[in-house]
């Protein structure tokens, strides 16, 4: 468990879509949850998203909100982040993350929680 693999990042024009994918191997529970995040070159890395496996509630930064969509297949083997209306500030290597627990979970984009696996990252680049 812990191993988490991202794809689908590439370069795409303004205004394009992508659709990220988190591949991971799977935990032997279902208190857990699976978060986007993304670093921009000299910026701080930034929450995007998150999905609790355990009920299925999802989670949005306000800077995507209403561009993404976070989901999971059926088996929980993968989740996907689907990205509309791209911008070139949306260039940026974008990492899945796993956390455990139910209150880390419920509070996945708050800068107090720790993720505890990451993916190696996936680079979205948005030209204009």
């Known amino acids: 468990e812990g191993h988490l693999v991202e794809s689908g990042g590439g370069l795409v024009q303004t205004g394009g879509s992508l659709r990220l994918s988190c591949t991971f191997s799977?935990?032997?529970?279902?208190?857990?949850?699976i978060a986007w995040f993304r670093q921009a070159p000299g910026k701080e890395r930034e929450g995007i998203s998150c999905?609790?496996?355990?009920?299925?509630?999802?989670s949005y930064t306000d800077s995507m909100r209403g561009r993404v969509t976070i989901s999971s297949d059926d088996a929980w083997n993968t989740v996907y982040l689907q990205m509309n209306s791209l911008k070139p500030e949306d260039t940026a290597v974008y990492y899945c993350?796993?956390?455990?627990?139910?209150?880390?979970?419920?509070?996945?984009?708050?800068?107090?929680?720790?993720?505890?696996?990451w993916g190696k990252g996936t680079l979205v680049t948005v030209s204009s």
């Open positions: 999905i609790s496996r355990d009920d299925g509630h999802t």
């Open positions: 993350a796993a956390v455990t627990g139910s209150w880390y979970v419920a509070n996945c984009l708050s800068p107090e929680v720790s993720m505890d696996y």
């Open positions: 799977k935990f032997n529970f279902d208190d857990y949850g």
